[in-house]
């Protein structure tokens, strides 16, 4: 029995595999939004105080998953996973109803040509990038406080630059997600890659949808 990845072509196969969960977790959310959206439910859905369980469910989730996560089964965390992705995909729903077709469309361009760019970088790169995390994690923590303050000062030019500012700390995720990643699979053992896979899915998908939603504001005309 196979203890641990100690082949090229094992290691490309499971971080494959990875990619294939995220980019399912991606479509399920897109088509969900868009369903929601055209069906014209999102004035029901998000009215009153529904709309901030809706739009808070998916750190909830997150947050969950991050601490009772490790004693889930794979099953377990493979329904979770797509459950995430269905109340990302009603929360975002919210944009599509704002944002016109064009827009979502290029801004789903946009973000699959950057994720893919920086995503290959930090899985190819020989660079040591692991101290990218603390600097990245803070980066995401200040995003959230500027955001909750911006809810207040409703500022235009505040909300542009935590745009920016979102897509840049995400790609950074990325690249260094996915070079952690490719290490973490490099000596996994056998009998944990699946759970681990999933996992790695998830915060890749997070990633996604992050720099999806701050280029899709930074970019995108409203109806």
Do not use: C, H
Not at 45 to 71: Q, T
Not at 85 to 109: D, P, Y
């Amino acid at each position: 029995m196979q203890t641990s990845l100690s082949a090229i072509e094992n290691l490309n196969t499971a971080v494959a595999g990875v990619l294939g969960r995220m980019a399912g977790g991606v479509f399920a959310t897109l088509v969900l939004a868009a369903a929601v959206s055209g069906l014209g439910l999102v004035p029901v859905l998000f009215s009153g105080i529904w709309g901030y369980v809706i739009i808070l469910s998916p750190l909830a989730m997150a947050m969950y998953l991050s601490f009772k996560g490790e004693d889930m089964a794979e099953g377990t965390i493979k329904t979770w996973f797509f459950a995430f992705a269905a109340v990302m995909g009603i929360s975002l729903s919210l944009f599509f109803s704002v944002f016109t077709s064009v827009s979502i469309v290029q801004a789903l361009i946009g973000t699959t040509a950057s994720f893919i760019t920086l995503a290959g970088w930090g899985y190819f790169t020989k660079k040591n990038i692991s101290g990218w995390g603390p600097f990245l994690l803070a980066g995401v923590i200040g995003l959230i406080i500027a955001s909750v303050v911006n809810i207040f000062v409703e500022s235009t030019a505040l909300q542009g630059t935590l745009n920016v500012l979102a897509i840049l700390i995400f790609l950074g995720l990325t690249a260094y997600d996915m070079n952690r990643i490719r290490d973490l699979f490099w000596s996994a053992d056998a009998d944990k890659i699946g759970r681990m896979q999933w996992f790695a899915a998830l915060s890749l998908y997070i990633n996604f949808i992050n720099i999806f939603i701050a280029m899709l504001q930074l970019i995108g005309d409203k109806r």
